[in-house]
């Protein structure tokens, strides 16, 4: 099955279920239609390695053979034709499934008796929606990209003015006839303020009716005066700003603008969230190391995990009492503990290990608890 939007709590905790052979595949693509054949070919070499490390291990040979088919089911379909930036694979002897996601996710290939899940938990986490306003004297634009869509232009509703002149009435900024009329760099920075102050109060009206709670930020590409201009105008929502010419820009270069603006959003709202659960350090309901987390995971103690995504800790987790053994040959630990804080109805936050500098986060994982550990 072929999917086009991230999973959610359901989705993860079934992708968290055991299986003989899962295979795990994360490989970065593009939507670019003379890129197609280059992300199947990436896709295909880290599917053969796995297939390969699941022949060593003593598989059986229709075992090898379902898998093998099961890639073969995938490789032959039209996913292809609609890429986006990443792909998320998972494939077992009985049951496959692909994620197609616009957000980069890095190329990574595991096989045990899990799935790793770890990368798919960060985009799910994450937030990944934001709106977009491109800015310039001569004309604006509203997109919006979201988890599952690359950044798209918004259709408007309202009449508004298209640039700078409708705005205030001129055929021209440029047009320096004084008779009663505002002329030089004094008269253009005051018509400018009026063009910035009609299309922040246009893109309030369109967002209203989309967010109503002013939660979803929004990405400012344009210039000073206008890039300054605007900020002062809205004070609603959170405005991230991307100076530069914004006239030129095509939505693939907006939407890498807000995809690499929401990872540093993300990344400090992971790192506060982690200084807050730092606070509970003094009642006993924090836990920063991995055996103590398995066994509260398992007794359904945490209330929020935060984990390094991007390391492997493999091993073995006791489902009765949650005793943790690392071993190579086991799955990852903390993609399987994730899966069991959300089976208990907990939050699970993925994050990279730059991303917090809280002073409490251990390097690898750290968890709230609702109860402390007896």
């Excluded at 603006?261 to 982690?274: F, I, K, T």
């Excluded at 799955?331 to 089976?343: C, E, G, K, P, T």
Aim: hydrophobic share 40%; glycine share 6%; charged share 25%.
């Amino acid at each position: 099955m072929t999917r086009y939007q991230l999973p959610d709590t359901t989705d993860l905790i079934r992708l968290g279920e055991p299986h003989e052979h899962a295979i795990t595949v994360y490989v970065e693509t593009s939507p670019g239609p003379d890129l197609r054949e280059h992300s199947l070919l990436q896709a295909k070499s880290a599917v053969d390695r796995a297939l390969r490390t699941v022949r060593d291990r003593g598989a059986r040979h229709s075992a090898v053979g379902q898998l093998r088919d099961r890639w073969a089911e995938i490789a032959e379909s039209d996913l292809w034709l609609r890429l986006s930036r990443s792909l998320a694979v998972f494939i077992a002897d009985d049951f496959h499934e692909v994620y197609v996601l616009p957000n980069a996710l890095q190329s990574q290939s595991q096989v045990g008796a899990y799935f790793d899940i770890g990368q798919l938990v960060r985009a799910a986490s994450s937030r990944q929606e934001a709106f977009a306003l491109t800015l310039s004297a001569n004309g604006w634009n509203l997109l919006r990209a979201t988890a599952t869509t690359r950044a798209e232009s918004l259709p408007l509703t309202g009449d508004h003015p298209v640039d700078a002149a409708d705005a205030t009435n001129r055929a021209t900024l440029r047009d320096r006839d004084h008779v009663g009329r505002l002329v030089g760099d004094e008269g253009r920075k005051l018509l400018l303020e009026t063009y910035a102050k009609r299309v922040a109060d246009a893109v309030e009206s369109e967002l209203a009716l989309l967010d109503p709670s002013s939660t979803v930020p929004l990405f400012l590409f344009a210039t000073d005066p206008l890039l300054d201009m605007y900020r002062s105008l809205d004070h609603k929502r959170e405005i991230v700003a991307v100076p530069g010419a914004a006239d030129a820009l095509r939505p693939d270069q907006i939407d890498t603008g807000i995809r690499q603006g929401l990872s540093a959003l993300n990344a400090h709202r992971s790192n506060a969230r982690v200084e807050e659960i730092g606070n509970g350090v003094a009642r006993g309901l924090v836990a920063t190391d991995l055996v103590d987390i398995g066994r509260a995971a398992v007794a359904g103690a945490v209330s929020t995990l935060v984990y390094d995504f991007t390391v492997d800790m493999m091993g073995r987790l006791n489902d009765a009492n949650g005793r943790v053994t690392y071993d190579d040959g086991g799955y990852d630990l903390l993609s399987r503990i994730a899966v069991i804080v959300l089976d208990k109805g907990g939050e699970v936050i993925a994050v990279r290990p730059e991303e917090i500098t809280a002073d409490i986060w251990s390097g690898t994982a750290l968890a709230a608890l609702r109860f402390p550990l007896s």
